[in-house]
């Protein structure tokens, strides 16, 4: 593989890149911010003008470096997942955005139950096929000619021309993996199927950069342009190797597990289900439980001083499940679960190692609810987010769980992008 790899993740907080060599290391990373943004009416623009941002930042630091931009070869991007707009085909907006996290179309969420399977990715209010059939409403006189995920807009962008998506942005939208088709049941509740994307796997190859865009930047007229993935496959594989058992915890405000299977499963009823991603399945989940339960009893700094006091290879008596609240979603997927934090012990200390344990308790609950499904045991297994830092946890977890852990080196989901597509190019057909 020759030339650089260019990864760009549109993530939640802002807009980030990086540049790899073809040995995986960083050249160099640049990041810029949306700006203001209206929740109900989101600027795409702002996406495009951050992703320029960004990229003058990049183009310029590597000038600095004595790097010429015209080795990066290839550029990748990632996004929000559910994230869309609506654009004609010269890529104008003829919609607004809606978000990962808008909601409330109820409407078009009974369409759907009435002809999806049960159960399906697609089913429910806030999914993203209901956001899709909500932008076709407002699209009254059919000017759409793409939908496009926020990740296919900035690639369209690139490339001066939609119509493309990929496996991971396109799953939650309705598209089957597995298939390789959209369903043919989405004639049925009217989604106009000359607007969805053709959808290539994660950072295949989409086609070269618009020759505006490249003079733009100072990049070669053959620069590749590849479709990429969401912003939290792109974190998890700047965390992990691409091999079948590799396994992120992602230890924040809440708990995420994802595990990379050579066996698809999908649980939608204990909130599971699996992304196609290079030759396995990305079979991931999310508990309510986490960081921000342990933020509701202490602060950072008294976490710390309590740990320091525990020992982590001693079993506690208390059986705890700690949730900031009731509802739960996986490896339990029950709304009104509630929290179970009782005795309380005098110390502190004791208190905390009993959280500690609750957390890694259902960390291992939900890796064997995964390999009860035919998935592998983790391995390697790598920590992401601030409860990556305390070693003390990673200790109970390392016993509870009965396997080695260890702190991601790279958690930048750009990272995971360029990653992606360089492996692309390493791949007998890239």
């Not at 290079?278 to 989940?285: A, K, M, N, Y």
Request: aromatic share 6%; net charge negative; glycine share 10%.
């Amino acid at each position: 593989m020759t030339g650089l790899s260019l990864g760009i993740d549109l993530g939640t907080s802002g807009i980030r890149s990086a540049v790899i060599d073809g040995d995986g290391v960083v050249i160099s990373t640049a990041r810029a911010e949306y700006g203001p943004q209206d929740a109900t009416n989101i600027d795409t623009n702002a996406w495009w003008l951050g992703v320029e941002a960004c990229l003058d930042t990049q183009i310029n630091a590597l000038l600095a470096d004595g790097q010429d931009p015209a080795q990066i070869a290839r550029i990748g991007v990632d996004g929000t997942s559910g994230s869309m707009v609506l654009t004609d085909a010269a890529l104008r907006p003829v919609t607004r955005a809606l978000m990962y996290n808008s909601g409330g179309f109820e409407a078009e969420a009974r369409v759907i139950a009435a002809h999806a399977p049960d159960p399906h990715i697609t089913r429910g209010h806030s999914s993203a096929l209901a956001r899709a059939l909500h932008l076709q409403a407002e699209d009254a006189e059919q000017r759409a000619a793409h939908l496009l995920h926020q990740a296919d807009f900035i690639t369209a962008k690139l490339r001066g021309r939609g119509g493309v998506s990929d496996h991971n942005n396109a799953l939650k939208t309705g598209f089957d993996p597995a298939e390789e088709a959209w369903p043919d049941w989405f004639g049925a509740i009217g989604v106009r199927t000359e607007i969805l994307p053709e959808v290539l796997p994660a950072g295949a190859p989409a086609g070269p950069i618009s020759p505006t865009i490249a003079a733009r930047f100072g990049l070669r007229p053959e620069t590749m342009i590849h479709v990429g993935t969401t912003d939290s496959i792109a974190a998890f594989l700047a965390a992990a190797p691409l091999q079948i058992g590799a396994a992120v915890t992602s230890l924040g405000t809440t708990l995420a597990v994802k595990l990379l299977s050579n066996t698809r499963i999908d649980a939608p009823e204990i909130g599971l289900y699996s992304h196609r991603l290079g030759d396995g399945w990305l079979v991931g989940g999310a508990s309510n439980s986490g960081g921000g339960v342990l933020r509701d009893f202490f602060t950072v700094a008294r976490m710390a001083e309590l740990s320091a006091r525990i020992d982590p290879a001693i079993a506690t008596e208390l059986d705890y499940y700690p949730l900031p609240g009731p509802g739960e979603r996986f490896p339990i997927n029950d709304p009104a679960l509630a929290p179970r934090l009782t005795p309380r012990p005098d110390d502190d200390a004791d208190f905390l190692h009993g959280l500690l344990e609750g957390i890694a308790r259902i960390e291992a609950r939900c890796y064997a609810k995964m390999s009860a499904r035919g998935a592998p045991r983790p391995g390697p297994l790598f920590t992401a987010g601030g409860g990556a830092n305390n070693p003390v946890w990673t200790a109970i977890r390392a016993r509870v769980l009965n396997c080695d852990i260890q702190t991601a080196p790279e958690t930048e989901a750009a990272m995971g992008t360029a990653r992606l597509i360089a492996a692309q190019a390493l791949a007998p057909d890239g």
